[in-house]
């Protein structure tokens, strides 16, 4: 590689100069706060993206299972996988042209918001199962996240306890998706909107890729809620189960955000349980 990537390991590192002979580092990506890198080279005249995770990453395996099960209806709307390595945590896709969504004007247009109702759909329709212990592992999880460090106020986790008492184990219908569906993981050119950042995808209740949406872009904006449903084809979410969701997104992003020391993200978070548990998250 001309330029160093002083973020991969030597084994990545020496797979990507043989993947990419010559490959110049153009630009780091990475957010810093995990241990997933995400460089941007210039190899043979195009640009590629290198994604490596590290020990404690997680996210590799899933973004390289969605590549290779998921995204055929997505082709041409999200980074074609060119090399992939499971055990190294290491991957390299196309780079697709575009600007990220957020922090632009397309994040308040409804068109970019029905085009991504409509990529979503996509996704989502491709296989369905049921999942009897859901359920169950969520409650788990999210009262896992209460017994951690946190500060959600001690009133407020009272609250959230008992309603987690009280869920059912009632089977759940499991879809692919996306895990982190928002507009900092949208791209739009030439007016089209693709998609990128596979790390969260898993299988799942179809409405949890809207939990992100909701609580940030549709707030106060139902002219964007109202256009990525007639894009998707209709509203998915059924009120308790919605309920269920959008109360674990609020902790589990408040509890995150406090351990890796994001404070703006852990405000969003306890403000996301005080309305999750107000009713007004929709």
Not at 224 to 231: H, K, P, Q, S, Y
Request: proline share 6%; glycine share 10%.
């Amino acid at each position: 590689m001309h330029t160093a990537a002083p973020r991969l390991t030597p084994r990545q590192s020496a797979l990507v100069a043989a993947w990419l002979p010559g490959a110049e580092l153009v630009h780091d990506h990475s957010w810093g706060i995990t241990g997933t890198s995400v460089l941007r080279f210039r190899h043979a005249g195009r640009y590629v993206v290198v994604k490596a995770g590290d020990d404690a990453d997680t996210h590799i395996a899933r973004e390289l299972r969605a590549h290779r099960r998921w995204l055929g209806p997505w082709r041409g709307r999200v980074p074609g996988l060119l090399h992939a390595d499971d055990d190294a945590k290491l991957l390299v896709t196309r780079y697709l042209p575009g600007v990220l969504v957020e922090g632009r004007p397309a994040e308040s247009a409804p068109d970019t918001y029905r085009q991504a109702g409509r990529l979503l759909a996509l996704l989502h329709a491709q296989s369905a199962t049921v999942d009897d212990g859901y359920e169950t592992r969520m409650r788990e999880r999210a009262l896992g996240h209460l017994d951690g460090p946190h500060r959600i106020a001690t009133g407020t986790e009272e609250r959230l306890r008992a309603e987690i008492a009280s869920w059912p184990e009632a089977p759940a219908t499991l879809v692919p998706t996306h895990g982190d569906w928002q507009p900092r993981n949208w791209l739009v050119h030439d007016g089209v909107v693709a998609a990128i950042d596979l790390g969260r995808a898993d299988l799942r209740p179809a409405p949890t890729d809207l939990c992100r949406l909701a609580v940030q872009q549709f707030r106060g904006r139902p002219d964007l809620e109202r256009a990525f449903l007639e894009g998707y084809g209709g509203d998915p979410r059924d009120p308790a189960a919605w309920r269920r969701e959008l109360l674990r997104e609020a902790i589990s992003t408040a509890v995150w955000a406090h351990r890796v020391g994001d404070e703006r993200f852990e405000r969003q978070g306890r403000r996301m349980v005080a309305d999750a548990l107000a009713g007004t998250g929709r």
